[in-house]
């Protein structure tokens, strides 16, 4: 036990530790392709106001709207 109080120690312990364990892990690539669905709906809404004069005149002239 009084050597656990030893940082040093502590730090040993810890390395043999992670030593140990490191045969536990395995990282390998998938089988299949990795598939990202970026299905992304984008809408957009303009609001507008016309002043009585401006909305006058496009409706007289509707033909070049």
């Given amino acids: 036990m009084a050597m656990m109080r030893n940082p040093a120690a502590r730090l040993a312990t810890l ?4 030593g140990v364990l490191a045969g536990c892990v395995t990282i390998a690539a998938p089988d299949k392709p990795i598939v990202i669905n970026l299905n992304i709906n984008i809408k957009q809404e ?8 401006a909305k006058a005149v496009i409706d007289e002239n509707a033909e070049i709207f």
């Fill in 46 to 53: 303009v609001v507008y106001r016309l002043d009585g004069k």
């Fill in 15 to 18: 390395a043999m530790a992670t």
